[in-house]
């Protein structure tokens, strides 16, 4: 197995970061980093009125997505709309209903892994704004090498050499107070999958070891993002509290 | 005796800071209870689930609630808010409250009001209002009289200084006791406010530098603890006093 230009491993992810709420105006914000893909995301509303076209009975959501250079072409059309259908299915869009809530997603930063990093900042973005969530969505990149083997997290680099990907999400790990033993007659949550966009040719036995090595490393993700929002609200309520 | 340590299995997420998706209820064990949930909270059909990070409360015996502060806001009946203006229409006024839908003031909802004393708001206009009806489906809908007809302060707000701030701080500054900023505050400066649980905070006093301080003690105190506040507000006194 061949080393990968940066020197990580086949499972190693780059270093994650997060931070939320940086934007004055916006409803809701964070900024999402994964090595040098580094994407900022804004969310407003929820806001009175839905678009023509679209269910008056649920919430409805508009995805923006500004790149970083260049004009706007189907490549962003093509993101815009696989991000908002990833984002209507964790969101509960009975909660308010015939409302638009807006997402704008702009590209700072981009060394590969593009649209995951776009799903978890706005999926961030969404918890700053408070918007309601059935949970949260955790995206991962995973590349098939030529000789079956799976590598995470792909660079730019990566991406234009090797002959196929994907970029999978899955629901995150929930805390949970119910016991193991009463629910297991159903798959756990995290064994679910919400989107996913595969680029190139690959075998099914290729894809199903895409799938379970991007599951398992979601769960690394999804800790994170536990971590990082815990973080910052448990600082913010203990000084708020005294 | 069994009631009290099932309750303590299942609510071990209390006080502890909560992601959508969590589950912190399982309805299939707790039998003939009947529980209150506040927002953030909602069951899905067994489960009682989280819908917004935050952190978890519990008001014993059987209110849960998550706590969390946004830019926005929710409405909930009986809630104070300030509202702004935007529109008169023939027998409501269209009132902006933060909320997903602009909210409804009729016309007649003040203290002796009748067909023939409307009162006269322009478009801007600062209104202190009681949240009366508030689904999620409806536009909410205001009133200017408590619960038993009077004015009790709700109505205009003239002069004074209105600014925006999250809705956790608005529900500190309300909180009992006094919240240390505003009591700090009091001590050396006389000044009038009104909060609005939708995040919007007015502020009035007799000279513009009392406001403008008032104004900036209140926004700086927000993730501050009671100590840090009290030695933040007298700072900012100091600095008055001498100039």
């Known amino acids: 197995m061949e080393d990968r230009t940066d020197g990580r491993n086949a499972n190693q992810l780059r270093p994650l970061g997060c931070s939320r709420t940086i934007l004055n105006r916006a409803h809701g914000s964070a900024r999402w980093s994964q090595g040098n893909t ?17 269910n008056p009975e649920k919430a409805s959501f508009e995805v923006i997505w500004k790149p970083k250079t260049g004009q706007i072409g189907k490549q962003e059309r093509e993101y815009e709309m696989i991000l908002k259908r990833t984002l209507q299915s964790i969101c509960l869009v009975n909660v308010h209903p015939n409302t638009t809530t807006s997402v704008i997603v702009q590209v700072v930063g981009d060394d590969g892994s593009l649209l995951p990093c776009a799903i978890n900042a706005s999926c961030a973005a969404l918890v700053d704004a408070g918007i309601p969530m059935k949970h949260l969505a ?22 234009e050499k090797l002959k196929a990907f994907a970029y999978l999400v899955f629901p995150n790990s929930p805390l949970s107070v119910i016991d193991k033993v009463h629910s297991s007659k159903e798959e756990p949550i995290e064994h679910g999958i919400i989107t996913s966009v595969s680029y190139g040719a690959m075998p099914v036995s290729g894809y199903f070891d895409c799938l ?31 | 005796m069994d009631v009290d340590t099932g309750n303590m299995t299942q609510t071990n997420l209390v006080d502890k800071v909560v992601v959508p998706g969590d589950v912190v209820l399982d309805l299939t064990k707790m039998e003939n209870q009947t529980i209150k949930l506040g927002s953030g909270l909602h069951q899905d059909c067994d489960y009682i689930s989280v819908m917004q990070a935050g952190k ?61 004393n409307i009162p006269k708001f322009e478009t801007g206009t600062l209104i202190y209002a009681r949240v009366v009806k508030a689904n999620g489906i409806m536009n909410p809908e205001l009133s200017c009289t408590d ?36 009591e700090a505050l009091g001590k050396k400066i006389s000044f009038e ?11 009035n006093a007799s000279s513009p530098d ?8 209140i926004m700086r105190s927000e993730f501050l603890s009671g100590t840090q506040q009290r030695i933040m507000a007298e700072k900012l006194l100091e600095r008055l006093q001498k100039s």
């Open chain 1, 38 to 54: 580094i994407v900022l995301a804004a969310v407003y509303g929820p806001k009175a009125g839905t678009k023509k076209g679209e």
């Open chain 1, 138 to 159: 955790v995206s991962i990149s995973c590349g098939l090498m030529e000789e079956g083997s799976i590598i995470l997290d792909l660079t730019k680099s990566e991406e």
């Open chain 1, 212 to 242: 379970e090595r991007g599951r398992a490393a979601s769960a690394a993700i999804s800790e994170f993002l536990r971590r990082s929002l815990q973080k910052q609200s448990s600082e913010d309520a203990s000084r708020a509290a005294q």
């Open chain 2, 56 to 116: 978890l409360r519990l008001s014993k015996p059987n209110k849960y609630w998550v706590e969390s502060s946004q830019k926005r806001y929710v409405p909930r009946l009986e809630d104070t808010v300030l509202g702004i203006v935007v529109e008169h229409r023939s027998d409501n006024f269209l009132v902006d409250i933060k909320a997903p839908n602009l909210a409804f003031l009729p016309v007649l909802a003040f203290e002796g009001g009748t067909r023939r």
């Open chain 2, 147 to 182: 619960a038993s007809g009077k004015a009790a302060e709700f109505g205009q707000l003239k002069n004074g200084y209105m600014f925006e701030t999250s809705t956790g701080l608005a529900r500190m500054l309300l909180s009992s006791p006094t919240c240390p900023v505003l």
């Open chain 2, 193 to 203: 406010t009104a909060v609005g649980l939708n995040g919007r905070v007015w502020v």
């Open chain 2, 210 to 217: 009392d406001v403008i301080l008032v104004s900036n003690a």
